[in-house]
């Protein structure tokens, strides 16, 4: 890859994490925005995911503005059941999950509708995989949105 072309598709690629055009052809727009060929940015897009470099390519939706609530939640796992983790983090409330050196080794967040909603979540973690688990509620929320520049 030549260095313009790079040069170029590292600009997309800041662009795309603050902008993204909502038009019906949104990479022809970006094609003639760059100068390149849509084909060659969704491929390039593709590329990217496929080696994991990129997680994820879609909106991200406020959950708060929709009327539902996030929080932190941790538990100790046993050495000989850190395979729970993975079952855990499979469930659709939770959207982030981690393993952590620490007593409290498996941190995750749930969005749920409702705090009832929440601690009856929780509740059947606990009972269904023997766990306790801390609640840790956000109390403010800073930051909305990550950005990386390329």
Request: with cysteine; proline share 4%; net charge positive.
């Amino acid at each position: 890859m030549d260095n313009l072309k790079e040069k170029k598709l590292k600009e997309l690629l800041n662009f795309l994490q603050k902008d993204f055009p909502l038009v019906p052809e949104p990479f022809k727009i970006l094609a003639k925005k760059f100068s390149l060929e849509e084909k060659e940015i969704i491929e390039f897009l593709k590329n990217l995911k496929k080696r994991k470099i990129i997680r994820h390519f879609g909106a991200t939706i406020d959950s708060y503005k929709l009327g539902y609530i996030t929080c932190l939640c941790a538990t100790s796992l046993p050495e000989d059941k850190i395979k729970l983790a993975y079952e855990i983090a499979k469930f659709p409330e939770i959207t982030h999950a981690y393993l952590r050196e620490h007593e409290l080794n498996f941190w995750f967040t749930v969005v749920t509708k409702s705090e009832r909603d929440l601690k009856e979540f929780c509740k059947n973690l606990e009972e269904k995989f023997q766990i306790k688990i801390k609640l840790f509620p956000a109390i403010k929320k800073f930051k909305v949105k990550a950005v990386f520049e390329i």
